[in-house]
C-alpha cells in the first residue's frame, strides 16, 4: 500500500438542495426536495467527500448538522482522523458526512480503493436495489407500480389505514414485482395482525418498522407471517441485541450508523445475532449511495434507489441500469 504522509487538511462544508421528481410520501408527511449537507477534506493533494440527510425524526436538521461539523473545523486541522471521529461525534448525519469523506481522501491518497482499506474479500459488483412507491391513494399507488413494473423489487410506504387497499393495489399494478412495505412507524398494530395472512398471500417479503421505536415491545409476541424489520428502532451496534425477539431483518443506513466505519461493524455482528440485511438509505445523492454499496453486496435486501428518485443527481453520479446499480467511478467516491 502507497504510504501517506499526514498533511494540515481543511474541512469545507457545504449545504445543497436536489429537487425530486415528484411529491414524495411516508407515513409522517411529504417533501419534494432531498436537503443534504456535503463534507470535504482537502489536504492540497486530493479531495475527500462525504454526503448526509439530516432528519428531524431524530432531532437533526441541515443547520445543525452543518453548524456541528464546522465545529470540528480546528480538530481536522490539528489532525483528527477517522478513528477519533467515532468518539469525536455520536452516530448519526454529521459523523457520517466526515466519516465517508475521510475513506474517500485515504482512497484518493493511496490510490487503493475503499474496498480494500476495509478489508473486504472483492470488489463490488452491481446490485439490484428495491423502488419507492410512496403514499398515496390507492389508484395512484397502483398507477405508480404500473410504471414501475419492469423493476424486479418494489417498497411499498404505507400508513395506519387502508393497508390491503394499497398493497393489492400496487400489487395489481406491478403483478410479477417483489414487495416489500414499510410504514415509517405509522402502522396500527391489530390492523397489522389482521392482514399478516393476505399480506402473505400477496407476496409481501418483508414488513419495515410497523410501530414506533421504543413503542414496538409487542411485536415479540406477534406470530407473524411475513418477517418484520427494524429501521428506526435500530442506530447502531449496541442496539441490536435487544432487538433480535422482536425482528428478524435490520436495515442499515449510514445516516444512523454514523457512517461506513460504524455500519462495517454492525453488519458483522448482526449477521453473529442471525439478523438478515437491508441496506437503506434516505433520499440523496449517489455520493450519498456510493458507500452503502460497499455494504450492499451480500445483503438480503438493497434499498438505495435515492438518486432515482431526484429530478437531476449530481455529476458524475452512479450509473443505474434499471434496477442495477453499478458501482461507483472513482472520481464519485471511493
Same mark, same amino acid.
Given at each position: 500500500?502507497?504510504?501517506?504522509?499526514?498533511?494540515?487538511?481543511?474541512?469545507?462544508?457545504?449545504?445543497?438542495?436536489?429537487?425530486?421528481?415528484?411529491?414524495?410520501?411516508?407515513?409522517?408527511?411529504?417533501k419534494t426536495e432531498a436537503e443534504v449537507v456535503v463534507a470535504e477534506l482537502h489536504d492540497g493533494a486530493?479531495?475527500?467527500?462525504?454526503?448526509?440527510?439530516?432528519?428531524?425524526?431524530?432531532?437533526?436538521?441541515?443547520?445543525?448538522?452543518?453548524?456541528?461539523?464546522?465545529?470540528?473545523?480546528?480538530?481536522?486541522?490539528?489532525?483528527?482522523?477517522?478513528?477519533?471521529?467515532?468518539?469525536?461525534?455520536?452516530?448519526?448525519?454529521?459523523?457520517?458526512?466526515?466519516?465517508?469523506?475521510?475513506?474517500?481522501?485515504?482512497?484518493?491518497?493511496?490510490?487503493?480503493?475503499?474496498?480494500?482499506?476495509?478489508?473486504?474479500?472483492?470488489?463490488?459488483?452491481?446490485?439490484?436495489?428495491?423502488?419507492?412507491?410512496?403514499?398515496?391513494?390507492?389508484?395512484?399507488?397502483?398507477?405508480?407500480?404500473?410504471?414501475?413494473?419492469?423493476?424486479?423489487?418494489?417498497?411499498?410506504?404505507?400508513?395506519?389505514?387502508?393497508?390491503? *387497499?394499497?398493497?393489492?393495489?400496487?400489487?395489481?399494478? !406491478?403483478?410479477? =414485482? +417483489? $414487495?416489500?412495505?414499510?410504514?415509517?412507524? /405509522? &402502522? %396500527?398494530?391489530?390492523?397489522?395482525?389482521?392482514?399478516?395472512?393476505?399480506?402473505?398471500?400477496?407476496?409481501?417479503?418483508?414488513? *419495515?418498522?410497523?410501530?414506533?421505536?421504543?413503542?414496538? !415491545?409487542?411485536? =415479540? +409476541? $406477534?406470530?407473524?407471517?411475513?418477517?418484520? /424489520? &427494524? %429501521?428506526?428502532?435500530?442506530?447502531?451496534?449496541?442496539?441490536?441485541?435487544?432487538?433480535?425477539?422482536?425482528?428478524?431483518?435490520?436495515?442499515?443506513?449510514?445516516?444512523?450508523?454514523?457512517?461506513?466505519?460504524? =455500519?462495517?461493524?454492525?453488519?458483522?455482528?448482526?449477521?453473529?445475532?442471525?439478523?438478515?440485511?437491508?441496506?437503506?438509505?434516505?433520499?440523496?445523492?449517489?455520493?450519498?449511495?456510493?458507500?452503502?454499496?460497499l455494504l450492499a453486496q451480500d445483503a438480503d435486501f438493497v434499498d438505495l434507489d435515492g438518486p432515482l428518485?431526484?429530478?437531476?443527481?449530481?455529476?458524475?453520479?452512479?450509473?443505474?441500469e434499471g434496477a442495477t446499480i453499478v458501482p461507483p467511478p472513482p472520481d464519485l467516491w471511493g
Amino acid at each position: 500500500m502507497t504510504r501517506v504522509v499526514p498533511r494540515a487538511q481543511t474541512l469545507v462544508v457545504r449545504r445543497e438542495v436536489f429537487p425530486l421528481r415528484g411529491t414524495f410520501r411516508i407515513s409522517r408527511g411529504a417533501k419534494t426536495e432531498a436537503e443534504v449537507v456535503v463534507a470535504e477534506l482537502h489536504d492540497g493533494a486530493a479531495i475527500g467527500r462525504g454526503e448526509c440527510v439530516p432528519y428531524a425524526r431524530y432531532g437533526e436538521s441541515v443547520a445543525g448538522v452543518a453548524a456541528l461539523l464546522e465545529g470540528l473545523s480546528g480538530a481536522v486541522a490539528k489532525g483528527l482522523d477517522r478513528a477519533g471521529l467515532q468518539s469525536a461525534l455520536p452516530p448519526g448525519a454529521a459523523r457520517n458526512a466526515l466519516d465517508c469523506a475521510f475513506w474517500d481522501l485515504e482512497a484518493k491518497l493511496t490510490r487503493t480503493p475503499v474496498w480494500r482499506l476495509a478489508g473486504l474479500a472483492t470488489a463490488p459488483a452491481p446490485v439490484t436495489t428495491l423502488f419507492t412507491i410512496g403514499l398515496d391513494e390507492p389508484a395512484a399507488m397502483e398507477s405508480a407500480a404500473r410504471l414501475a413494473q419492469d423493476r424486479p423489487l418494489l417498497k411499498i410506504k404505507l400508513g395506519r389505514d387502508r393497508i390491503l *387497499e394499497r398493497v393489492r393495489a400496487v400489487r395489481r399494478g !406491478a403483478p410479477g =414485482a +417483489r $414487495l416489500t412495505i414499510d410504514f415509517n412507524e /405509522g &402502522a %396500527d398494530f391489530d390492523e397489522l395482525r389482521a392482514a399478516g395472512p393476505e399480506l402473505a398471500a400477496l407476496g409481501v417479503e418483508l414488513v *419495515e418498522q410497523p410501530l414506533p421505536a421504543g413503542e414496538d !415491545a409487542a411485536l =415479540a +409476541r $406477534l406470530d407473524f407471517p411475513v418477517p418484520i /424489520g &427494524a %429501521d428506526e428502532s435500530v442506530h447502531a451496534s449496541p442496539d441490536l441485541a435487544a432487538l433480535a425477539s422482536r425482528y428478524r431483518v435490520i436495515n442499515i443506513k449510514l445516516d444512523k450508523t454514523g457512517g461506513l466505519t460504524e =455500519a462495517l461493524a454492525m453488519k458483522s455482528r448482526a449477521r453473529e445475532l442471525g439478523f438478515s440485511i437491508m441496506i437503506g438509505c434516505m433520499v440523496a445523492t449517489s455520493l450519498a449511495m456510493a458507500p452503502a454499496l460497499l455494504l450492499a453486496q451480500d445483503a438480503d435486501f438493497v434499498d438505495l434507489d435515492g438518486p432515482l428518485l431526484l429530478a437531476r443527481d449530481r455529476e458524475p453520479g452512479l450509473h443505474f441500469e434499471g434496477a442495477t446499480i453499478v458501482p461507483p467511478p472513482p472520481d464519485l467516491w471511493g
